[in-house]
């Protein structure tokens, strides 16, 4: 089958179309939902105000006044007919630092104990994959990870925190994400980083993409001390690199 | 500038809302009344997408400190200038030290104030709007309160001291035009008859965020969890429960269940004027037809802008230009 037809257009009302390609979460289906929203992007189609992606399908939302639904579906059909040919570059890959377990992760030892390793084991584990964006989403700059290893799998709380600061990395299930805001959840904490996903007041408010990768990278107080502070300057900026493959 | 002596049940800053982020989780915001909210700018003759008031059920006291031009349209709140009565859907001239306050809600629940220029908060990721759960955006991220003192931008454009058509939110039963889908496929037959045949409440746990309905359940076929995706303003989502809530301005960008049909936007101002208590039907139509209606209410809007044109003149006299504005001596 080739791609366009294993996309789905459905109406979402009379502002947008969600483009929907297989209905499962699977890093080969997000990547078909990155090619399309950056193919889609680059060809500058009047009247469609912006280009959601999300784990399987990409919502594209337009002015009906600049572009009518029929118009617009013929033409995000000629998008994926073409899909196989549009250059797509590769994935960033962010290196997240991280201070993992005391007061910053304060259930790494929980984690460890229900995995049955040492903490040593759970940091190495959690630090050494890189983990693909599916999508951003829940509060602002959120990001749905995907990719940990099920060796460090952990219940979330019974009871959720009521404010869990920035920063926070946690797991939950077979899932390890990171609180761009003070918010409440139910994650099981392992660290925290100084490195701020989400400012509403920097040019580019969110740094992290759908589509792109997270590797978190192990520091101690000190240089946790040294990038927080080159953060609330606004003069840090996380390692990257390409993804390969 | 103006000053905020009472900041009513809940009035923010917003304007047409903070597009361009939602793929980073941010929401949009907005007024939720579009329709309403475009007129009052319209009517003080400001440039589309200034930011104006939205005042929630209780209108804010308002104490102008310099002269101004102002207009309110949406919900009937019982607008006064100086204690006197004054009407809705047109432009008044008002001066420094004059207030603006509002009696008594009569019908709708969500009135819009524009000033002439605009109120001139520091734009957040290209938007006044304000999000009350990102605490951004308006004024300092919040709902207005007593002691508040917000600045009005420039005056771009010149008011229609005219009267706009009124719209009429009394009646107690509403229908709201929905097109189907997208995940209309998840729900039974009887859960898709149950939807548009049934009549819905709006409940207490309404709010920017979604509009609340109580019914007949609509039943999926195997749940209403969906893998995560987009959710449009005016979708329907239907939970766990079956009891629909229509996705409005503040809600969150992408979100877990299966979303049934999604409102009209030329009906979406109807919605953004329920209250809890009122009723609602819902009745499908084609997106070629929503599209249609929502062309011809903005070719009416445009209108207002139209007829503002009209008393703006551009003359010149021994070689040099001068605007010309022509409006009723008060």
């Known amino acids: 089958m080739t791609k366009m037809e294993i996309a789905k257009l459905k109406v979402s009302g009379d502002s947008a ?21 950056m193919a889609l992007a680059g060809k500058n189609i009047p009247g469609i105000v912006e280009i959601v992606p999300s784990y399987r399908a990409v919502t594209v939302h337009y002015d009906p006044s600049f572009i009518l639904f029929d118009a617009l ?6 998008v994926l007919a073409h899909l196989d040919e549009a250059e797509i570059p590769p994935a960033t890959v962010w290196e997240i630092p991280v201070l993992y377990g005391g ?19 759970v940091i190495r584990i959690h630090s050494s994959a890189e983990y693909l964006v599916y999508m951003l989403g829940f509060t602002p700059g959120f990001p749905y990870l995907g990719g940990m290893d099920a060796a460090i799998a952990a219940p979330r709380l019974k009871a959720p925190r009521l404010k869990i600061p920035a920063g926070s990395v946690g797991i939950a299930g077979q899932q390890t994400g990171i609180y761009p805001i003070a918010s409440p959840g139910g994650w099981q904490l392992i660290g925290r980083t100084p490195v701020k996903l989400y400012d509403p007041m920097r040019a580019e408010p969110v740094l992290v993409q759908a589509g792109d990768y997270i590797k978190f990278t192990a520091v101690d107080a000190a240089e946790y001390a040294r990038i927080a502070a080159e953060a609330e300057k606004g003069s840090y900026r996380c390692r990257t690199w390409r993804k390969e493959g | 500038m103006i000053r905020i002596i009472s900041g009513g049940m809940l009035t923010t800053v917003q304007d047409r809302g903070r597009f361009g982020h939602m793929k980073s989780g941010i929401t949009v915001s907005g007024a939720m009344d579009l329709r309403s909210y475009e007129t009052a700018n319209r009517l003080v003759g400001n440039a589309e997408g200034e930011a104006a008031l939205e005042a929630t059920l209780i209108g804010p006291v308002i104490e102008l400190c310099a002269d101004t031009v102002f207009a309110v349209a949406g919900a009937d709140l019982g607008l006064q200038l100086n204690g006197a009565p004054v009407s809705t859907y047109c432009a008044h001239s008002a001066k420094a030290g004059d207030r603006l306050s509002f009696a008594a809600r009569k019908s709708g ?19 006044r709007s304000t999000d009350l759960k990102a605490g951004i955006g308006g004024h300092m991220g919040r709902k207005l309160q007593s002691g508040d003192v917000l600045p009005l931008g420039t005056a771009s454009g010149v008011p229609f001291y005219g009267i706009a058509e009124k719209e009429d939110f009394s009646a107690p039963v509403k229908t709201l035009r ?23 409440a709006v409940t207490p746990q309404s709010d ?14 195997n749940g209403s969890d969906i893998i995560t995706d987009g959710i449009c303003m005016g979708a329907v989502q239907i939970p766990s429960d079956g009891q629909p809530i229509l996705m409005m301005a503040d809600r969150q960008p992408t979100g877990g269940y299966a979303k049934i049909a999604n409102v009209i936007s030329a009906d979406l101002p109807l919605a953004a004027q329920l209250i809890p208590g009122d009723r609602v039907r819902f009745q499908a139509v084609s997106v070629q037809e929503a599209q249609q209606l929502l062309l011809a209410q903005r070719e009416k809007l445009a209108n207002i802008r139209a007829q503002s044109a009209a008393s703006r003149y551009r003359v010149t006299v021994d070689g040099h230009v001068y605007d010309i504005e022509v409006r009723p001596v008060e």
């Open chain 1, 103 to 121: 007061e910053e992760g304060p259930d790494l030892s929980f984690v460890a104990h229900h995995s049955g390793r040492s903490e040593e084991d």
């Open chain 2, 208 to 221: 920017r965020m979604g509009i609340r309905l109580g019914g007949t359940a609509v039943e999926t076929k």
């Open chain 1, 73 to 78: 579906r013929k033409a995000l059909k000629d």
């Open chain 1, 17 to 37: 179309i969600l483009v929907e390609f297989e209905n499962r979460i699977a890093p080969e289906i997000n990547r078909l939902v990155r090619s399309f929203t």
């Open chain 2, 178 to 200: 929905v097109v189907m889908g997208p995940q209309d496929d998840r729900f039974t037959d009887a859960g898709i008859g149950a939807f548009l045949q049934g009549e819905y």
């Open chain 2, 109 to 127: 629940c969500r009135a819009y104030i524009a000033f002439r220029g605009g109120i001139a908060v520091p734009p957040v990721m290209g938007s």
